[in-house]
């Protein structure tokens, strides 16, 4: 099992900032890639940034430019910085952590709210 706790979620003006965290625990070694989602109201949830253990890196067209994912070379904490925050962004963000055999864990998710 692994355990994920998200991070840094709050209210922003369009245009600035936010990083979100998110901390893993349990099963780590069984994890092969990092990620974050995001739901807005009605929509589904959708891949925002992934990470690799290997640091390979994969984003939404939506945020390419915009939002970098990291992690620490231990896999027990990855980040998601967000520059140049739009409306549309506004979501819950979701953490997730993949296993090598393809289960997939999910955090409690953060608000993040980008007023216009």
């Known amino acids: 099992q692994v355990q994920l706790v998200e991070s840094g979620g709050g209210l922003v003006q369009a245009g600035g900032s936010l990083q979100l965290s998110c901390a893993a625990s349990?099963?780590?070694?069984?994890?092969?890639?990092m990620g974050w989602y995001r739901q807005a109201p009605g929509k589904q949830r959708d891949l925002v940034a992934r990470?690799?253990?290997?640091?390979?890196?994969n984003y939404a067209d939506s945020v390419q430019g915009r939002f970098t994912i990291s992690r620490d070379v231990t896999m027990k904490m990855v980040y998601l910085q967000m520059n140049s925050l739009k409306s549309e962004d506004t979501a819950v963000y979701y953490c997730?952590?993949?296993?090598?055999?393809?289960?997939?864990?999910w955090g409690q998710g953060t608000q993040v709210t980008v007023s216009s």
């Open positions: 349990g099963r780590i070694p069984s994890i092969s890639a």
């Open positions: 990470i690799t253990r290997g640091g390979t890196t």
């Open positions: 997730n952590a993949e296993s090598w055999n393809s289960r997939d864990y």
